[in-house]
């Protein structure tokens, strides 16, 4: 069975840093592409951050252009998201996902994702 564990959300400060990190369980990490997406209060979910199989690729939504940086580290089966000047707008469950299906942001359909990690961003 197939787990994705996030950690590392919590409550902030405008203007802070977190650092969210997803545990994989899957065989063949290496073989998926993964990204976090978000699902604020009222909102659609979004995709945030994704990342190629190999790490070299990846996409960002231009809300968290320049702040959010997303890695991956195959031997570890991890993915994590570092997320600097943080704002309140980026208050949100935040949901690891992987898909093996497609290497490309634009058709990421995740088929596992985590249990969701609260980021809270205070004014």
């Known amino acids: 069975q197939v787990q994705l564990v996030e950690s590392g959300g919590g409550l902030v400060q405008a203007g802070g840093s977190l650092r969210l990190s997803c545990a994989a369980s899957m065989r063949s ?10 699902q604020a209060p009222g909102k659609e979910r979004e995709l945030v951050a994704h990342i190629n199989w190999n790490g070299i690729n990846t996409y960002y939504v231009d809300s968290v252009k320049g702040r959010f940086t997303i890695s991956r580290d195959n031997a570890k089966n991890t993915v994590d998201l570092q997320m600097n000047s943080l704002k309140p707008e980026d208050t949100a ?24 990690t609260q980021v809270t961003v205070s004014s």
Request: charged letters at 20%; proline letters at 3%.
């Open 29 to 38: 990490f290496s073989t998926y592409a993964m990204g976090w997406f978000r």
């Open 93 to 116: 469950v935040y949901y690891c996902a992987g898909d093996q299906k497609s290497d490309y942001y634009n058709d990421f359909t995740p088929r596992y994702w985590g249990q969701g």
